[in-house]
């Protein structure tokens, strides 16, 4: 009933089963006493009990009652919620700079030192924690993944730090939660678990250039996107290095193959009305079939 792959009711961490326990046990306790006022007031309206309208049944059930109720959940939350500080170093850094309408994510070596570039997708391995080190390129935005972690702000001027870590492997999608603009609605990524191995498989091939480079793509494309090991050096736009072994396109809002990646550069602005990069309708359906299929390729 509460699974899904954007939930924060099917927690896959201990981060998210934290905030999961606390969201269920002030909803449950919320709901109980909501019931026992219900209850009281219902008795109250058609058998008129003498004790009910007493001074004492004020001071205690008014009073007393909800200070210490209300008390208690405060104790218990301040208590649980230092579980969401961790006190052990990370296994690595991420750093993600959210842009109007998408997530530059930076994989950063043991010295802070950038071990490569990539866009709306991050990776994890199961059972190890992650820092991920929130910075903003223009306005607020807001970093949330559901099912592994609470939601953080990326303020301008301030880097934030949170904690990412699953417990098993999965993908799961994020999105932008604090609004940011035009298709801010449409600012989505994805967060990838996988074991140690086909992690560190990833990273190796996520370090690694482009294989080919293409002509077109370099004249019309390469002023605003990076394809690492061509003439493509563009930062405006996502770095398209290894696009093509993404989960989707577009910041979460497409899926992943030649028909959405033509659809995208025909009319990205129909896609996604306002994000930053123009609908190129100038090109015949043979170019863009060869753009698709070279973005398509890069792997
Ligand atoms: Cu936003």
Same mark, same amino acid.
């Given at each position: 009933?509460?699974?899904g792959?954007?939930s924060a009711?099917?927690?896959?961490g201990?981060?998210?089963?934290?905030?999961?326990?606390?969201?269920?046990?002030?909803?449950?306790g #919320?709901?109980?006493? +909501?019931?026992?006022?219900m209850?009281?007031?219902g008795?109250?309206?058609?058998?008129?009990?003498?004790w009910? &309208?007493?001074?004492?049944?004020?001071?205690?059930? %008014?009073?007393?009652?909800p200070?210490?109720?209300l008390?208690?959940l405060? !104790?218990?939350?301040?208590?649980?919620?230092t $579980?969401?500080?961790?006190r052990? @170093?990370p =296994?690595?850094?991420?750093?993600?700079? #959210?842009?109007?309408?998408w997530?530059?994510v930076?994989?950063? #070596?043991?010295?802070?030192e950038?071990?490569?570039i990539?866009?709306?997708e *991050?990776?994890?391995p /199961?059972?190890r924690?992650?820092?991920v080190?929130l910075?903003?390129?223009? /306005?607020?935005?807001?970093?949330? *993944? @559901?099912?592994? $972690?609470?939601?953080?702000?990326?303020?301008?001027?301030?880097?934030?730090?949170?904690?990412l870590?699953?417990?098993? &492997?999965?993908?799961?999608?994020?999105?932008?939660?604090?609004?940011c %603009?035009? @298709?801010?609605?449409q600012?989505? =990524? =994805? !967060?990838?678990a996988?074991?140690?191995?086909?992690?560190e498989?990833?990273?190796?091939?996520?370090r690694?250039?482009?294989?080919?480079?293409?002509?077109? =793509?370099?004249?019309r494309?390469?002023?605003?996107?990076?394809?690492?090991?061509?003439?493509?050096a563009?930062?405006?736009?996502p770095?398209?290095?290894? *696009?093509?072994?993404?989960?989707?396109?577009g &910041?979460?809002?497409?899926?992943?193959n030649?028909? $959405?990646? &033509?659809?995208w550069?025909a009319?990205s602005?129909?896609?996604?009305?306002?994000?930053?990069m123009?609908? +190129?309708?100038?090109f015949?359906g043979?170019?863009?079939?060869s753009?698709?299929?070279?973005?398509?390729?890069?792997?």
């Amino acid at each position: 009933m509460f699974a899904g792959v954007q939930s924060a009711l099917d927690p896959y961490g201990p981060y998210a089963a934290v905030i999961a326990e606390i969201t269920w046990v002030l909803f449950i306790g #919320g709901a109980l006493i +909501f019931v026992l006022v219900m209850a009281l007031a219902g008795w109250a309206l058609w058998r008129r009990p003498a004790w009910l &309208a007493q001074d004492r049944a004020i001071v205690w059930g %008014g009073i007393v009652f909800p200070l210490v109720a209300l008390s208690a959940l405060l !104790v218990y939350t301040l208590a649980r919620g230092t $579980a969401l500080d961790s006190r052990q @170093p990370p =296994f690595a850094q991420i750093r993600v700079v #959210g842009q109007q309408w998408w997530w530059q994510v930076t994989y950063l #070596g043991p010295q802070g030192e950038v071990d490569f570039i990539t866009a709306n997708e *991050v990776h994890i391995p /199961v059972g190890r924690e992650v820092e991920v080190v929130l910075d903003t390129a223009d /306005v607020l935005h807001s970093f949330w *993944v @559901p099912n592994l $972690a609470g939601k953080l702000d990326l303020v301008p001027g301030k880097q934030n730090r949170m904690r990412l870590a699953a417990a098993r &492997a999965g993908t799961w999608r994020g999105q932008c939660a604090e609004y940011c %603009g035009g @298709p801010h609605a449409q600012m989505a =990524f =994805f !967060v990838v678990a996988e074991e140690e191995e086909a992690f560190e498989a990833w990273r190796a091939q996520q370090r690694r250039p482009a294989r080919s480079s293409n002509d077109l =793509f370099n004249a019309r494309c390469a002023a605003c996107h990076t394809v690492r090991g061509t003439a493509a050096a563009g930062t405006l736009g996502p770095d398209l290095t290894h *696009v093509g072994s993404r989960v989707s396109i577009g &910041a979460g809002i497409l899926s992943n193959n030649t028909g $959405a990646i &033509a659809g995208w550069i025909a009319s990205s602005q129909h896609i996604k009305p306002g994000n930053l990069m123009p609908s +190129f309708r100038e090109f015949s359906g043979e170019e863009l079939r060869s753009l698709a299929a070279y973005v398509e390729a890069l792997k």
